[in-house]
């Protein structure tokens, strides 16, 4: 079996779970083209809450960012973090709206779309599959991984093959919790190799300190990718470092080569990045989030959590609240927990201890209850669903949501017009999820968010690139200076950082 | 396969890997009853750094300790770590002496001797097993795994092979610096189980992120038993933590039970004392301390020798001391880096930095290169050998080194009756290792340091022992008041922290 690969997520997933996603453009440019040469499989530079969060916090135009990191990552295949029918944004958009986001992603350099849908319903990835594809890019169709009494080895095998019969280019099992134990990563890995014949990749977390042994089980059951990232962007509830992996798979047939004084480099120069979002860094003291394996739900869920009792001085309420998490849950059919989920599912469960159980249901709740997020795992609690149809005043459905949404593009180009915003593709798919921030980012009256400048440490990669060794050449180096004598001629050099 | 059992060390590595050995006796003792009913097949409690430690810092007699702990948790064997003919100091004792620790050791208490010796030289823990057996205690024989050129896994199988000869009641494999990847851990205890007919326990640490992936290959490959921590004291540069040791083995079928809400209620026990230990706690903010697999050294030797270089004025000199390790290390013969050769060697790597390579040599390297530790894995350099020989004006040995130590324990009394102060052979054996600190704490006029006091979080056991659901009786809990009814009557009771 040939050595696994991995793809680095440090650009995305990476800074999007340890720094609150707010690693900025100017702040990857220098590492992204030393990134491109280390013979990554994909690197993760878009997508998932990046876009929200660089045009909420950072003032970037979502495709500037993409533009700029192709540019200096041109060999290595860009790889994003997509919805499906929900794009990057929190609700069902229409198909048209969806084909443009991606022909103009592909357009923009992406390359590899993984998409899933949050209640795992294939049939919200099935336009975002077509599109990747006729657009010429990979479609990677998604498996998010939850426990509940309807998922299991089998069902998860079961989803992969319907993914796989829709035309996915590969499968990735995704583990947004860090809750897979080794062996079952084993055994859905196995049974998803058996059942279909494309790659099976794997994406975790290490919050509750199980990725990395989840990466390994899932390698030794033939994984042709896995996602890692770069510390200090890594470990905890990020993506199991680089180098580490590496370290665990020493001696494993299916070690990976990578340049790993390369990689203590560019941990060096991620350092100062690092440190300057310390703000919103979120490596715990404790290493290991044992609450992740005690309450079954995401890391980022637990502390948003956190905030959202504290705000609503309910505190005192949070095992209350936590114990009604599995209770929602339930009576919505056993949905996932990832976003948009996540919070639906934690907002509901706060409302059910405040107010009292289901005495107050918010619309996307009675959204996912009524079928329009899609199919849900299990059957929905027909009470419950009784009780979202009355109080909503609509009906359930059980077709594909986005089929009851009409075209969208044309609407869309109408408002920007109207305010006098550009009207291209891009703008307007960007709008149909971000409507006010874009406005905002063009409004000239409304102040900028500051994006952060610090800036990677000098990449020593620009000095070791010099042909030192060459006959009749020698070069000293003392810092960012350089003394160069070629052939007797002597040149003092100044290493500029990028 | 029968399932793997855990040993709990969050009393004595636990601590002294993340909180620099500083937890008191008052501190562990709400907390050891609660450990004792959880089943572990062990208790670490003892050894290691805790004596010395426990008498610099926190003003506590080491048997003290023992008899108290032991009092507190009489049903799980306890256990200690014993760095062989060094007994837990710094240097090679007599065998009387060595006999009287191990012989008062089980006297107070102690079950499992956990011996080990800082070269791997079998003829070191020779005295230790014998006094262990004698005193009707089992003695683990254990290898201390390094990375070099003459270790491998035939090698470390081969020391089992003779460790198991010496009457061993088991081998422990242990991974001080948190650097075995799992494959080669497979192949370690899957050969030794294959050589050997007494179980195999593994110790490590997670320092690079490896530990827990270690275990689950050990484990994979037949271990008895495998040491976890609790907590916050755990993980990092600790063992991994019980609780997620539980969650990676969910689905392996020598997966064992422990309750995991005990579990959690003792990690929110710790908390306090964690806490109260700030100034000497240890978990890095990058979780995952990388340099050690660059350095491959101990975490601990990494963060001390940090200090050194500083107070040296050296800490421009990191790297080049650093890449001076293996160099002496090579000369001495590939000895391992643990207590106490991790000094050893890293100090004289600071001085052959400093004052030029072996122009000024510490007299415990000079006794190394002489035979005077024992048996180095590989023959030490014998220019540099020549050079200790000349400047310590002595000559190389190739017997067991305790061979030429006269018997110590008369002369002990002798100096301690003369002092004044008590005779048994309890003071024999700790004046032998730190007399200064011994004759410190029975000194009126020297200040006595001040052991942490920061009590545990009340046990909650402590409320749900009373039985609340019982037919005529109720229960309102607010705190630590509780409000029980009985038969009609009101009985007001306030619980105690223990």
Chains 1, 2 share one sequence.
């Not at 390369?262 to 715990?284: R, W």
Request: glycine share 8%.
């Amino acid at each position: 079996m040939k050595p696994v690969t991995f793809n680095c997520t440090v650009l995305r997933d990476g800074h999007q779970s340890l720094a609150a996603t707010r690693m900025s453009t100017e702040q990857m440019l220098p590492i992204a083209p030393i990134l491109d040469g280390m013979g990554f499989s994909a690197l993760e530079t878009w997508g998932g809450a990046t876009i929200d969060a660089g045009l909420r916090f950072l003032g970037e135009l979502p495709f500037d960012r993409l533009d700029a990191l192709k540019k200096a990552a041109p060999k290595t295949p860009h790889m994003m973090l997509l919805r499906g029918q929900n794009m990057v944004g929190y609700t069902n958009y229409a198909d048209d709206v969806v084909e443009a986001f991606i022909k103009c992603s592909v357009k923009h350099g992406m390359n590899i779309f993984r998409i899933f849908d949050c209640l795992n319903d294939p049939r919200n990835m099935e336009t975002s599959i077509r599109a990747a594809k006729a657009a010429g890019a990979q479609a990677h169709g998604t498996i998010c991984y939850t426990t509940s009494p309807v998922h299991n080895v089998e069902s998860f095998v079961e989803l992969g093959k319907q993914i796989a019969a829709m035309g996915a280019d590969a499968i990735v099992l995704k583990d947004m919790a860090g809750l897979i134990p080794p062996s079952e990563t084993f055994a859905i890995v196995d049974g998803l190799r058996k059942a279909v014949d494309i790659p099976v990749w794997i994406h975790t977390h290490d919050t509750a300190g199980l990725g990395a042994s989840t990466l390994i089980a899932g390698i030794d059951a033939g994984a042709g990718a896995v996602d890692v990232s770069i510390a200090p962007f890594a470990n905890g509830t990020g993506q199991p470092d680089c180098l580490r992996m590496l370290a665990l798979l020493k001696g494993n047939p299916r070690c990976p080569e990578y340049d790993a004084e390369k990689l203590v480099e560019v941990q060096a120069m991620l350092q100062p990045i690092y440190e300057s979002l310390s703000k919103f860094t979120s490596h715990k003291n404790e290493v290991v989030d044992s609450d992740t394996l005690r309450y079954q739900v995401p890391g980022g869920m637990l502390s948003n959590f956190r905030t959202q009792l504290q705000e609503q001085g309910m505190s005192d309420k949070f095992d209350e609240v936590f114990a009604e998490i599995p209770v929602v849950r339930k009576a919505l059919g056993w949905i996932p927990l990832v976003t948009p989920t996540s919070q639906i599912v934690g907002v509901q469960a706060m409302m059910n201890v405040k107010f009292g159980r289901w005495k107050n249901i918010t619309p996307q709740a009675a959204d996912i209850a009524l079928g329009y997020y899609g199919h849900t795992p299990a059957p929905v609690d027909p009470d419950v669903q009784k009780l979202c149809a009355e109080k909503m005043g609509k009906e359930p459905i059980t077709c594909r949501p986005a089929d009851l949404i009409k075209p969208g593009m044309e609407d869309l180009r109408a408002k920007l017009a109207a305010k006098g915003l550009p009207t291209d593709d891009e703008t307007c798919v960007i709008y149909a999820m971000f409507p006010q921030q874009l406005e905002d980012y063009y409004n000239p009256n409304k102040p900028k968010p500051e994006a952060p400048t610090a800036k990677p440490a000098p990449a020593p990669a620009s000095i070791a690139s010099i042909p030192v060794t060459t006959a009749g050449c020698s070069a000293i180096i003392n810092g960012n200076k350089m003394t160069l004598n070629i052939g007797g001629q002597t040149h003092e050099i100044v290493v500029q950082e990028l």
